[in-house]
């Protein structure tokens, strides 16, 4: 986990200089600002939802800890599933698409996997019909229904890939 990607969730979120509550605020980070992860700290009940603490680098190198249940790493709601990669294609939007999910909306931490995203361009697919552990929640983006430019783009919540990794 050491340096993976992690997205805000929540509206404006508190960065600590502790992890706890009671550290002071050092930042305040926007949702969809991407950060990333030093390390995963103590887990903690902040308003009764149990989660991890983050340290984490935003910035011009900047460090502190943020609560996970404001991030894309939130705990509540996680599922882990091995799963089989079924296609990569665009259509009417980008779709990558794991047994009956399709992740494509989502801001997706591939990191797991850096090269999934070139399987759109392959001509000799790699990934497609491999099984992979993939860890995922219902995460915010901004999007339009069926990725239409007509439309106003709205926050929806959809199924997001928080960890993934190759099944040997």
Not at 14 to 35: D, H, M, Q, T, Y
Request: include cysteine; proline fraction near 2%.
């Amino acid at each position: 986990m050491l340096h993976a990607q992690m997205t805000i969730q929540g509206d404006v979120v508190n960065v600590r200089n502790a992890p706890n509550v009671s550290g002071a605020v050092v930042a305040k980070l926007k949702r969809f600002n991407e950060v990333r992860v030093l390390e995963k700290s103590s887990e903690a009940t902040v308003n009764g939802i149990t989660d991890y603490w983050y340290k984490i680098q935003f910035g011009n190198n900047q460090t502190g800890y943020v609560f996970g249940q404001f991030t894309s790493y939130k705990r509540e709601g996680q599922i882990t599933r091995t799963m089989e990669l079924i296609d990569v294609s665009l259509g009417d939007c980008y779709h990558l698409v794991f047994d009956d999910v399709d992740f494509g909306y989502g801001i997706n931490n591939l990191d797991g996997v850096p090269d999934l995203g070139m399987e759109l361009d392959r001509d000799v697919k790699i990934y497609t019909g491999k099984k992979f552990i993939v860890t995922y929640n219902d995460l915010f983006v901004m999007g339009t229904e069926n990725c239409s430019p007509e439309m106003e783009a709205v926050l929806m919540q959809i199924p997001t890939i928080v960890r993934i990794e190759m099944v040997r």
